[in-house]
């Protein structure tokens, strides 16, 4: 059981300041009553383990979740949301030691899809990347603040980001329900309509992606894989992972001229191959080590993505000019790859493995 702090209403920002618990942002206070609420909404004990990193002989219980999901501003109904999440970061493919430890600063970018988008008030429709939602905003801060206080993942410590980006304080995604004939993620990863997932994808920061005028699909594509091919991300052509969020006009353009999701990812899986001189006059050198075998393949190409199945597709966004946004695995799938948990319903406990 977590030790009680006394603390005048007042003093609780300065106090937590000071500790080193926040990300730099006020937080709620997290009182006994506001973590049992979140507990009890779940259907957890405070004891239950969540997950844990064996490298750092660490383990989250529920408990720890609640009180830094009350922490970020979360309301107690989304804190099944959160369970799935810290479920998902502690799958060891995820790799979550490395994730939120290494130089390269990856986000916890968390991708939910299903019901819950709509019933909590997720925002998957205008600025759906950017601020002003409460369960967008403090779901994702929540599984930063557990890295940080539970996994010991901050600044003066072990988190050794270099840069890192604005995407660590809070990243997630929610999809906006996809055009006529395309899957949502949830279903495409094996799950059911009325099933609520989370995914949680290590990346880097988004990279808007415009494409105004051409309402020619394979136009649109061709663009999207000319993000993905920029030899200044560190993972091209090391056969990593990469998230698409598909906007308003992109989309429609796609759907209406008989572009599948499967026929989307072969299409980008292929024009992502880039060759070693795409790299080299950009001054990237290329890497023969056992993680990073960079030796071309019998056509002289590179794989950016190990395969279509590397490429996750989630629709986002509002009506605009043709927007979208490419946000890619912080590092190749050697290191980590993207994981994903159903949410349980309201007082079924923690999701399962």
Request: aromatic fraction near 6%; proline fraction near 8%.
């Amino acid at each position: 059981m977590a030790q009680e702090l006394v603390l005048t209403e007042a003093d609780v920002q300065e106090e937590f300041f000071e500790r080193g618990w926040t990300d730099g942002l006020p937080v709620v206070p997290p009182t006994p009553e506001r973590v049992q609420a979140m507990l009890d909404y779940a259907g957890v004990g405070a004891g239950d383990i969540v997950g844990n990193v064996p490298e750092r002989s660490r383990e989250v219980t529920a408990e720890k979740a609640a009180v830094n999901a009350v922490m970020a501003g979360c309301r107690p109904e989304y804190f099944p949301v959160v369970l799935a999440g810290l479920a998902a970061m502690f799958d060891p493919r995820f790799g979550c030691h490395t994730v939120v430890t290494s130089t390269g600063g990856a986000a916890l970018c968390a991708v939910v899809s299903g019901p819950l988008v709509a019933e909590l008030g997720f925002n998957s429709f205008r600025n759906a990347l950017g601020p002003g939602c409460r369960a967008n905003a403090t779901v994702g801060r929540t599984l930063r603040l557990v890295a940080m206080n539970v996994l010991g993942a901050r600044s003066d410590s072990l988190d050794g980001s270099s840069l890192g980006h604005p995407g660590k304080f809070t990243m997630l995604v929610a999809e906006e329900p996809p055009p006529e004939g395309w899957p949502p993620l949830r279903v495409e990863l094996g799950y059911g309509e009325d099933d609520t997932t989370v995914t949680m994808f290590p990346s880097e920061g988004p990279h808007q992606v415009a494409n105004h005028l051409n309402g020619d699909p394979e136009g649109i594509l061709l663009t999207l894989a000319a993000a993905m091919t920029n030899p200044s991300t560190y993972a091209v052509a090391k056969k990593h992972q990469v998230l698409l969020v598909i906007g308003h006009e992109h989309r429609q353009i796609l759907a209406e001229a008989g572009w599948t999701k499967p026929m989307v990812r072969e299409f980008l899986a292929e024009h992502s191959r880039v060759t070693p001189e795409h790299l080299m006059d950009s001054g990237v050198l290329l890497e023969y080590t056992a993680q990073n075998d960079m030796t071309p393949d019998a056509d002289g190409k590179l794989n950016t993505v190990r395969g279509p199945h590397d490429i996750f597709l989630v629709t986002a966004g509002s009506a605009g000019a043709g927007w979208s946004a490419y946000i890619p695995n912080w590092a190749p799938t050697v290191h980590s790859e993207a994981t994903t948990r159903k949410v349980a319903a309201p007082g079924d406990g923690l999701p399962l493995a």
